[in-house]
Structure formats: structure tokens, C-alpha cells
């Protein structure tokens, strides 16, 4: 059983191997806290990852003539 180690950002227990500890220098994160930490890397590394959006043009009204 791994020991239990705490969330450098939230404290939150985790579980996580003694090697990753000592690779982390100690500087462990939860999943939640990685995930919030990768997506802020991502923001930093720059915007515009994903395609312009130019969506928003609405349908025109289908014109059916009754009779
Ligand atoms: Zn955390």
C-alpha cells in the first residue's frame, strides 16, 4: 500500500509511490490539481489552440406555402 502524501496545492491525502515524491522534488499534486495545473499551461503556452469559432448565423425561416 503506498503511502499517503499531501496535495501541495489543495493538501488534499493522495496516494502516491515514494519514487514519484522524490521525481516530484516533493511537489505532489492530486489528479484534479494536474489537470487545473496542465490546463494552465496550455492557456500560457498561448491562445488560439483550437479553430476560430464563427458559428452563430442563424437558419432562415424554412418558407413552406400553404396551400
Ligand atoms: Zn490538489
Same mark, same amino acid.
Given at each position: 500500500?503506498? !503511502?499517503?502524501?499531501?496535495?501541495?496545492?489543495?493538501?488534499?491525502?493522495?496516494?502516491?509511490?515514494?519514487?514519484?515524491?522524490?521525481?516530484?522534488?516533493?511537489?505532489?499534486?492530486?489528479?484534479?490539481?494536474?489537470?487545473?495545473?496542465?490546463?494552465?499551461?496550455?492557456?500560457?503556452?498561448?491562445?488560439?489552440?483550437?479553430? !476560430?469559432?464563427?458559428?452563430?448565423?442563424?437558419? !432562415?425561416?424554412?418558407?413552406?406555402?400553404?396551400?
Amino acid at each position: 500500500m503506498p !503511502p499517503l502524501f499531501a496535495c501541495s496545492s489543495c493538501g488534499v491525502q493522495i496516494e502516491r509511490a515514494t519514487r514519484s515524491y522524490l521525481q516530484q522534488k516533493g511537489q505532489m499534486l492530486c489528479s484534479t490539481c494536474l489537470d487545473r495545473q496542465e490546463a494552465a499551461e496550455a492557456a500560457a503556452a498561448g491562445p488560439g489552440a483550437e479553430g !476560430p469559432d464563427g458559428e452563430g448565423a442563424t437558419a !432562415p425561416p424554412s418558407g413552406d406555402g400553404g396551400g
